[in-house]
């Protein structure tokens, strides 16, 4: 199992540029979310799937969309690029038990800058 | 929403225990108590998961009181590679849908030789 894979590992946009961070599981993991980490501060959701076709807004979702057609795939996206989204993005995946994620596995994560 | 509140930071020598208390006062019935690791430049690793009294593996130890406003996560004989950020995540179970978990800002542990 590779487990969950992120492209790419760095990127650099310009401000107003949109772009797609991928996130791929081979677990058969029903939920998977995205989380965006700022330096020396913990991770903040931005949204989270808990199966195809479902997305959910997490703690900080404006600027940024999801969309799950699949189990496997979980695409974010950018719309507009402003240098407040410089950060690293984690993708992570679980199953879920009684309802809550347990035992997410998350990917290496993409260094983002917008400048 | 339950928020948690966690020591910034700790420090420990090779060898000790190490026991890191996690504040949860708005915990809901429904909501489990969860642990990650980070280390630098990686995503987090899960630790251990509770709901009530003590939950143990390989790695470690979560003890979580009756009331269950708070839970302490018990690391044995820590190593240098225990250096790292531990979060205290609750999980916000909404019935039938998967609920949101959040991450705070976590404890830096920091372990000597």
């Known amino acids: 199992n590779a487990g969950v894979t992120q492209t790419p590992k760095f990127q650099v946009l310009k401000t107003g540029q949109s772009m797609t961070l991928q996130c791929a599981q081979d677990m058969n993991h029903e939920y998977m979310s995205w989380y965006r980490q700022d330096p020396g501060m913990g991770l903040r959701l931005i949204h989270y799937s808990v199966g195809a076709g479902i997305t959910d807004q997490g703690e900080v979702p404006n600027g940024y969309n999801v969309s799950r057609s699949t189990t496997e795939d979980f695409p974010l996206r950018l719309l507009s690029a402003a240098p407040s989204q410089t950060s690293v993005y984690f993708c992570?995946?679980?199953?879920?038990?009684?309802?809550?994620?347990?035992?997410?596995?998350f990917g290496p994560g993409t260094r983002l800058t917008v400048t | 929403l339950a928020k948690t509140t966690q020591p910034i930071s700790m420090d420990s020598y090779e060898g000790q225990e190490v026991n890191i208390t996690c504040s949860h006062n708005?915990?809901?019935?429904?909501?489990?108590i969860t642990w990650y690791q980070q280390f630098p430049s990686q995503g987090p690793r899960f630790i251990i998961q509770g709901y009530k009294t003590k939950v143990t593996n390989e790695v470690a130890s979560l003890f979580i009181p009756a009331d269950r406003k708070s839970s302490t996560l018990s690391l044995p004989r820590v190593s240098l590679s225990d250096t790292a950020v531990y979060y205290c995540?609750?999980?916000?179970?909404?019935?039938?849908?998967?609920?949101?978990?959040?991450f705070g800002r976590g404890t830096q542990l920091t372990v000597w030789p």
């Open positions: 708005n915990i809901a019935t429904n909501d489990y």
């Open positions: 995540l609750v999980g916000d179970a909404q019935g039938s849908t998967l609920g949101r978990l959040y």
């Open positions: 992570a995946s679980s199953y879920s038990f009684r309802g809550v994620p347990y035992e997410q596995y």
